[in-house]
């Protein structure tokens, strides 16, 4: 058996953060959702799903903190909801209205400059920004550095879930 | 002068160092994978960078001994200047390459006499891609000043020394704040191709890391198939995260239905709150013996500070039954490796474990006491 006494290698690393706030977030939703699985209807366990999903998202960005774009991207969505999406390309809000005239700006500078160097690899990047939270406005260098990050941050957060849900499960 | 500008010269690599170092650190993914695709970018072997990067005296490169005369006076007057020790050769060729340091040279020397000398050799790996260069930008750098802004070298003088020197493909500092890119032999120089090129390396470099990290794709060439590698990764940790959201939605009810609401609770401030780790171990032996109350002192000891499991006293009695009713084999144990990973995390939140510590005492009172009266009749 391990010795309880062993400490983390690092208590302050992104897996340690990710784990706090998702397991305060999961007794957030299980103490307002208290449901025996004999009550709960169907549309009542996909609701639960996805409240366990956006707060598994929302949880690993703030762990990641404000530093990375796609982290402020998902931060910001959960706290104003869908149908501020529309008014995405319209207004500016506050909290991303940098970001968004960041990314404008740079739309402008890359149609002066060559676009055709970049052509080959922007059907790709279509998808690639649908993917990425925040992707839409960013320049393809950024959305590369982004998806680096983003991919680490979903290892981290899939390994967590993973261990959580088969320490549940048992 | 020659001493103190020795010394000076190795405190600013020093320094140049560590505000690399945290430049790189604070733009880039995890240091082990830039290390890889740095070494990569680099064409040069390792210890002859570092030997030029440390080497304090007169460039060891032919190629740099004719310019590195001249050039080496004005940047020794700018280095006098700022205080800095960027005036030797080397430095200056450093100095060339990151100019935008020359406005902080004051703080950084300040803050790196401190600073050990032997930084690791990713560091100094990613300061020599310039350093088998030529100080071809020395005239550049005379002319710029102390602009930090991003820039770019003009590279009028970049053909001419570029022949002289070993006509090493054009480098890209790409994890700071600016770029310098060498103009190939016979390339064009006007700005928009040395952006374009500058952009290109950018995104190769990211692309690399992006291979790195995605398992499968460093044996794909051609960047569509890697774009999709990636899309096809990301997609697949996406839906990972949707079925273990399903499992944690289908668990948690679950975990309700084997115990009472009561100790539905506890197991889940007692799963956020890591005694649940402690217990495990405990477990077997308290089974065993059926006197819980040495086994739960030295348990105390063990998990939390003593105020806090003063109040628990009633508690532990009838935790340990509880938790027998979840199965916890020695399957389970591979899973407190991570919940031990968050120990760290727990360890900070004392403040929260008393709070709900107590709320557990005032909910469980009356089956501690169901559970006492049970342990004494063993007793």
Same mark, same amino acid.
């Given at each position: 058996m391990k010795n309880p006494q062993r400490s983390p290698t690092?208590?302050?690393?992104l897996r340690s953060r990710f784990t706090q706030v998702f397991l305060q977030s999961l007794l957030r939703i299980r103490k307002h959702n208290p449901t025996s699985s004999s009550s709960s209807s169907h549309g009542e366990f996909l609701k639960r799903c996805r409240r366990v999903k956006v707060a598994a998202y929302v949880s690993m960005a703030r762990a990641v903190g404000t530093r990375r774009a796609w982290s402020r991207a998902t931060l910001w969505r959960a706290r104003n909801g869908e149908r501020q999406r529309n008014l995405l390309y319209g207004r500016c809000s506050k909290s991303n209205s940098r970001e968004r005239s960041l990314g404008k700006r740079k739309r402008k500078k890359k149609k002066k400059k060559k676009r055709d160097n970049e052509e080959h690899s922007f059907g790709h990047a279509k998808k690639l920004q649908k993917l990425v939270p925040g992707g839409e406005a960013m320049d393809f260098c950024c959305l590369l550095d982004e998806t680096a990050h983003y991919i680490k941050c979903l290892i981290t957060q899939v390994k967590v879930m993973r261990s959580i849900a088969d320490f549940y499960s048992l | 002068m020659e001493p103190s500008s020795l010394t000076l010269a190795g405190s600013t690599d020093a320094a140049l160092e560590s505000v690399l170092t945290e430049e790189i650190r604070s733009l880039m993914a995890p240091p082990p994978e830039s290390t890889s695709s740095f070494t990569a970018l680099l064409e040069l072997p390792r210890t002859r960078a570092i030997e030029l990067l440390h080497s304090p005296e007169a460039p060891n490169s032919p190629g740099v001994a004719v310019p590195g005369g001249p050039a080496g006076t004005p940047l020794r007057r700018l280095g006098g200047d700022g205080g800095g020790?960027?005036?030797?050769a080397v430095g200056s060729d450093l100095a060339a390459r990151y100019p935008a340091l020359f406005g902080e040279k004051n703080d950084s020397v300040e803050t790196s006499s401190q600073k050990v000398k032997s930084e690791p050799l990713t560091e100094s790996d990613s300061n020599p891609n310039s350093s088998p260069q030529p100080l071809v930008s020395d005239p550049t750098v005379e002319n710029k000043?102390?602009?930090?802004t991003k820039r770019k070298d003009r590279e009028k003088k970049a053909k001419a020394s570029a022949k002289k020197s070993k006509n090493e493909s054009s480098e890209d500092a *790409? *994890?700071?704040p600016y770029v310098h890119v060498r103009a190939r032999r016979g390339q064009a120089t006007d700005s928009h191709s040395l952006a374009e090129r500058a952009r290109r390396e950018k995104i190769n470099a990211r692309m690399k890391l992006l291979q790195e990290l995605v398992?499968?794709?460093?044996k794909i060439s051609g960047t569509a198939s890697v774009l999709d590698e990636i899309i096809n990764h990301v997609q697949s940790l996406q839906r990972q995260v949707e079925l273990l959201s399903m499992r944690l939605a289908a668990a948690n009810p679950r975990v309700d239905f084997n115990m009472d609401n009561n100790f539905a609770e506890n197991m889940s401030l007692v799963d956020s709150n890591f005694p649940s780790m402690v217990m495990p171990f405990m477990w077997p032996e308290v089974q065993v013996n059926e006197s819980r109350q040495p086994y739960h002192q030295q348990w105390q000891f063990n998990s939390l500070p003593q105020p806090v499991w003063g109040r628990e006293q009633d508690n532990h009695n009838f935790i340990t039954p509880e938790n027998s009713l979840l199965s916890y084999d020695s399957p389970a144990n591979s899973d407190f490796e991570y919940c031990l990973d968050s120990w760290g995390v727990i360890q900070f939140s004392y403040e929260q474990i008393n709070r709900k510590l107590e709320v557990l005492v005032v909910v469980l009172s009356l089956h501690s006491r169901a559970t006492e009266n049970g342990a004494m009749k063993v007793d």
């Amino acid at each position: 058996m391990k010795n309880p006494q062993r400490s983390p290698t690092n208590p302050g690393s992104l897996r340690s953060r990710f784990t706090q706030v998702f397991l305060q977030s999961l007794l957030r939703i299980r103490k307002h959702n208290p449901t025996s699985s004999s009550s709960s209807s169907h549309g009542e366990f996909l609701k639960r799903c996805r409240r366990v999903k956006v707060a598994a998202y929302v949880s690993m960005a703030r762990a990641v903190g404000t530093r990375r774009a796609w982290s402020r991207a998902t931060l910001w969505r959960a706290r104003n909801g869908e149908r501020q999406r529309n008014l995405l390309y319209g207004r500016c809000s506050k909290s991303n209205s940098r970001e968004r005239s960041l990314g404008k700006r740079k739309r402008k500078k890359k149609k002066k400059k060559k676009r055709d160097n970049e052509e080959h690899s922007f059907g790709h990047a279509k998808k690639l920004q649908k993917l990425v939270p925040g992707g839409e406005a960013m320049d393809f260098c950024c959305l590369l550095d982004e998806t680096a990050h983003y991919i680490k941050c979903l290892i981290t957060q899939v390994k967590v879930m993973r261990s959580i849900a088969d320490f549940y499960s048992l | 002068m020659e001493p103190s500008s020795l010394t000076l010269a190795g405190s600013t690599d020093a320094a140049l160092e560590s505000v690399l170092t945290e430049e790189i650190r604070s733009l880039m993914a995890p240091p082990p994978e830039s290390t890889s695709s740095f070494t990569a970018l680099l064409e040069l072997p390792r210890t002859r960078a570092i030997e030029l990067l440390h080497s304090p005296e007169a460039p060891n490169s032919p190629g740099v001994a004719v310019p590195g005369g001249p050039a080496g006076t004005p940047l020794r007057r700018l280095g006098g200047d700022g205080g800095g020790g960027f005036a030797l050769a080397v430095g200056s060729d450093l100095a060339a390459r990151y100019p935008a340091l020359f406005g902080e040279k004051n703080d950084s020397v300040e803050t790196s006499s401190q600073k050990v000398k032997s930084e690791p050799l990713t560091e100094s790996d990613s300061n020599p891609n310039s350093s088998p260069q030529p100080l071809v930008s020395d005239p550049t750098v005379e002319n710029k000043g102390q602009r930090p802004t991003k820039r770019k070298d003009r590279e009028k003088k970049a053909k001419a020394s570029a022949k002289k020197s070993k006509n090493e493909s054009s480098e890209d500092a *790409e *994890e700071l704040p600016y770029v310098h890119v060498r103009a190939r032999r016979g390339q064009a120089t006007d700005s928009h191709s040395l952006a374009e090129r500058a952009r290109r390396e950018k995104i190769n470099a990211r692309m690399k890391l992006l291979q790195e990290l995605v398992p499968g794709c460093s044996k794909i060439s051609g960047t569509a198939s890697v774009l999709d590698e990636i899309i096809n990764h990301v997609q697949s940790l996406q839906r990972q995260v949707e079925l273990l959201s399903m499992r944690l939605a289908a668990a948690n009810p679950r975990v309700d239905f084997n115990m009472d609401n009561n100790f539905a609770e506890n197991m889940s401030l007692v799963d956020s709150n890591f005694p649940s780790m402690v217990m495990p171990f405990m477990w077997p032996e308290v089974q065993v013996n059926e006197s819980r109350q040495p086994y739960h002192q030295q348990w105390q000891f063990n998990s939390l500070p003593q105020p806090v499991w003063g109040r628990e006293q009633d508690n532990h009695n009838f935790i340990t039954p509880e938790n027998s009713l979840l199965s916890y084999d020695s399957p389970a144990n591979s899973d407190f490796e991570y919940c031990l990973d968050s120990w760290g995390v727990i360890q900070f939140s004392y403040e929260q474990i008393n709070r709900k510590l107590e709320v557990l005492v005032v909910v469980l009172s009356l089956h501690s006491r169901a559970t006492e009266n049970g342990a004494m009749k063993v007793d």
